[in-house]
């Protein structure tokens, strides 16, 4: 559609970069849009041909011209308006695990979020950004330049989206720490050092590289889950000292030098609250919190409330009260749950982002963000928190949000069916798994990496027709892929997955069964299947190949890589045990022999769960770390 744009030019530079998304070209004799900036809501307007935008802020405006649109295509005259219910909403980007996002897709996401109304973003770094003065820092991690970050933020800052640089200056640093040049300001394998001049050097490095890309003058230094602050080298140094004023005397260091440096700091809370639990939890209802420790928390330091597991409302009501006795302007972070394995659980994103950003409008708190992380190999592709960046940004322009309206938003925006991308919740909403997959099951994670020889979560899942599952979604998944052309690549990756898994999820226990009952006709059969299996996994992981190099840069991929040449080298070995013992050349296959039992993990299993678990703990029951 061609249209001119009347009263604001300077808005003009973005829509240019929307125009393919958007579908819209800019004309002088294209269709008038008089677009108006002014302090109030969003308003648009179409009538006697001719329409007009008032906005507020930059990304109010690019919000409002698909709003526009949008409605132009449905009907004639309308007028709409929309009340932004928080000042600041977006996400962060974790590209600290081993997928670091290339250039391009990170300006492919600000495009996304500036359609949808998204106006703070955060790359967090632990050690993939470059400092120059230490240069193992980041060393074959796909750092990014300093250049390559200053590009990331002036192409946000064209739609209004502040970029935020979020980094780590206590503890999250075990690939920094590692190296040779970190061994006098290490406290432990991940902490640093506190109360030492060479630890203070070294962040004051980290903090000038990390900030000096990026217009704002805001930065989040971190400080969460220091579990063993004070702990290591420091108590062999200092003896033990109280950990709150451990805690205290470093982050008053790290804001001195942030302030030097002009910025203004957020930490994540849960230190505070973890010190002052008996049990050393964050989500300690209990919790005691000393005055002295909070009169000590630096009054411009924003904490930052970071929940992503609870479905109870009155549960963030609480918390969010617990920050504000601190006294502190509270920022919320809620979760996309990208991390649950090698697929998303929307499920549990879905219910506790509506519960969290429903108590976050309550309590009046004015920014919010939620979190893309990539714990355990980043297997799942960010692209695929799209529906929840959706709806946290529909919550950010209305009081209520309802699914139909979140579809229509999401087809608008991206150009993908919502009810598409939630398929994927299934491949670990399995059956013998609660509705909405609340307590986090991963079977799609640790069916495909686990060995079937030895069959770590076979009872798990024994009796429940995994592969009758997997299956039915296949069909599913491939009809998905034909309806989204623009996620043709991601659904293809997930079609693969499911049809590995409609083969090997119960090969393992029926290996087994064959084994006991001594059948070897039986067992030759499934050898056959095994080597199907093998050509499929093989499928599968040049398939993730592609969509990883679609999106990061190839530093990291040799992580998932390793474990998909690990898969198909047991496949391999455990096909040449089988046939050993089918021509007897062996009289038993010891791994066969060993009793399976449930894989309870080092917590139990949660009901409503089958497990969660990371890679090292599925592939094995020795020790590969």
């Known amino acids: 559609m061609q249209i001119n744009i009347m009263g604001e030019p300077k808005i003009l530079q973005g829509l240019n970069h929307l125009s393919e998304e958007l579908n819209l070209e800019l004309h002088e004799k294209g269709y008038p849009i008089t677009v108006t900036q002014r302090v109030g809501p969003i308003l648009i307007v179409n009538k006697g041909g001719k329409g007009e935008i008032f906005y ?31 000042q600041t909403s977006g996400v962060m980007l974790d590209v600290s695990r081993n997928g670091v996002l290339k250039i391009d ?11 949808m109304g998204l106006n703070v973003v955060m790359l ?5 950004y470059e400092v120059p003065d230490y240069p193992y820092f980041g060393y074959m991690r796909g750092r990014y330049s300093e250049a390559e970050l200053k590009v990331c933020d002036e192409y946000a800052d064209i739609f209004g989206i502040e970029m935020i640089p979020c980094i780590q200056t206590l503890a999250h640093l075990a690939m920094a720490l590692k190296w040779g040049y970190a061994s006098e300001i290490r406290d432990t394998a ?7 001049p060479k630890t ?21 230094i971190g400080m969460d889950e220091a579990h063993q602050l004070g702990l290591g080298r420091y108590l062999d140094l200092n003896g033990y000292e109280n950990r709150f004023e451990i805690m205290n005397q470093h982050l008053d260091k790290v804001v001195s030098i942030a302030e030097r440096h002009g910025l203004k700091p957020m ?11 008996k049990h050393g939890e964050y989500y300690d209802e209990n919790v005691h919190i000393p005055k002295e420790a909070i009169d000590s928390i630096p009054e411009n330091v924003q904490l930052v409330y970071w929940d992503y597991y609870h479905e109870n409302e009155d549960f963030y009501l609480s918390f969010i009260q617990k920050h504000k006795d601190l006294g502190s302007d509270t920022v919320f972070a809620g979760g996309a749950w990208t991390w649950n394995g090698i697929s998303p659980n929307y499920g549990r994103a879905f219910k506790t982002t509506e519960v969290a950003l429903t108590a976050c409008k309550k309590e009046g708190l004015q920014e919010v963000f939620t979190t893309l992380w990539g714990d355990n190999g980043a297997e799942t592709p960010l692209t695929t928190a ?3 960046m959706q709806l946290f940004a529909e919550h950010t322009y209305s009081e209520t949000v309802e699914k139909e309206r979140l579809a229509e938003r999401f087809h608008f925006c991206t150009g993908n069916r919502l009810d598409d991308f939630l398929l994927l919740n299934r491949l670990d909403e399995t059956p013998g798994v609660v509705e909405d997959n609340l307590r986090s099951s991963n079977a799609s994670k640790f069916l495909l990496w686990q060995d079937v020889l030895i069959g770590l979560f076979d009872e798990n899942i024994r009796g429940l027709d995994m592969n009758l599952h997997y299956k039915q979604l296949v069909r599913e998944l491939k009809a998905a892929k034909e309806r989204n052309p623009r996620a ?3 659904f293809g990756f997930y079609e693969k997955l499911a049809n590995v898994l409609s083969v090997k999820s119960e090969m393992g226990i029926r290996i087994k069964d064959a084994y006991d009952h001594q059948d070897k006709e039986t067992t030759s059969s499934l050898l056959r299947e095994m080597q199907e299996l093998i050509k499929e996994v093989e499928a599968l992981h040049y398939k993730h190949r592609e969509v990883w190099f679609s999106l990061n840069k190839p530093f990291g991929w040799e992580v998932i890589e390793l474990r998909y040449g690990g898969l198909v080298a047991r496949l391999n070995t455990a096909h040449f045990r089988i046939q050993q013992w089918i021509e007897g050349e062996i009289d038993k296959v010891e791994e066969l022999e060993e009793k399976r039992l449930k894989h309870d993990g080092p917590n139990g299993i949660a009901e409503g769960s089958l497990g969660n678990h990371y890679y090292h703990r599925i592939v094995t029951a020795g020790n590969i770390i």
Do not use: C
């Open 105 to 115: 897709e990170v300006k492919g996401l600000l495009r996304k979020m500036a359609i």
């Open 488 to 490: 043709s690549l991601l």
């Open 267 to 277: 930490i994540w809370s849960d230190m505070y609250f973890r010190l002052g639990s």
């Open 200 to 220: 203070y050097h070294f962040i004051e490095s980290m903090i000038k590289a990390a900030s000096s890309p990026f217009k704002s003058n805001r930065i989040h």
């Open 124 to 128: 967090y770094t632990e050690d993939t």
């Open 190 to 196: 991940d902490i640093l050092l506190a109360g030492d």
């Open 386 to 388: 799209l529906p929840v």
């Open 56 to 86: 507020q802020e930059t990304i109010h405006f690019y919000r409002a011209i698909g709003l526009w649109l949008e409605n132009y295509k449905k009907k004639g005259e309308f007028e709409l308006t929309e009340e932004p219910q928080f």
